[in-house]
């Protein structure tokens, strides 16, 4: 009888024994799933630690260093005017001698009384014949085409279209030449010997022809 409660005592401590062994392989295999998820998290903060790093050196890079202003990042009035300096810069003018041109303007022009009115017949694919104004007050010759305007049927006639750009080309003294393009009105200024010549052009109530208009005024 006792061999026998001891045999029972043996065999209950050693169930007893194998249970905390599988419940702490247990737990042990919960710890080490939970121990590797903390690490997995550890190595994704890592790395979007490391981005934020480099999005960081990137925005103090980009401030310290900030994108040069380009013509199209200016307001409208000022757009063109930036754009007339970078081309004559890249004629090769020297930035002084832009500066001494600008630096004189007045506010206010002092111009000739009267305007000089003249009227100019514009060539087409359709006619290639075109006029050529002559104005007194300016030694200057302007010619110009357009583009046809269209009848009903979409058939080219010889006049030009005024809702379409036009070309006017302006030579003047010695063969030089000078040109503005666009719709309709245009107006164009050329500056010779002390002079600034003004011209204005607009679509006449004559088919085919357009206004022109020149004042002179002292430069600057």
């Known amino acids: ?23 702490n392989a247990v737990e042990i295999g ?42 199209e990042d200016l307001p409208p009035p000022i757009r063109p005017l930036a754009l007339l300096v970078q081309r004559k810069l890249a004629a090769g003018v020297e930035p002084a001698r832009i500066a001494q041109a600008i630096d004189p303007l007045a506010r206010e022009r002092s111009c000739a009384p009267g305007t ?39 058939r080219a006639e010889a006049w030009f279209d005024p809702a379409q750009p036009v070309e006017l080309a302006l030579r003047g003294p010695g063969g030089a030449a000078d040109s503005v393009a666009g719709v309709l009105p245009l107006e164009h200024g050329v500056v010779l010997d002390g002079k600034e010549y003004l011209f204005r052009a607009e679509a006449s109530r004559r088919r085919g022809f357009v206004e022109l208009y020149l004042q002179v005024c002292d430069y600057p």
């Open 1 to 23: 009888m006792a061999f026998a409660l001891a045999a029972f005592y043996v065999l209950s401590v050693g169930a007893a024994y194998r249970a905390g062994l599988s419940q």
């Open 30 to 71: 919960r710890l080490l799933a939970d121990l590797e998820d903390q690490r997995e998290v550890g190595r994704k903060t890592s790395v979007q630690l490391a981005a934020l790093e480099q999005k960081l050196e990137r925005e103090r890079a980009a401030a310290a260093s900030p994108p040069p202003v380009t013509a």
């Open 116 to 154: 000089e009115t003249r009227r100019l017949l514009l060539a087409t694919p359709i006619s290639r014949d075109s006029g050529a104004a002559r104005f007194a007050a300016g030694p200057f010759e302007i010619t110009g085409k357009g583009v046809s305007v269209r009848d009903a049927q979409g």
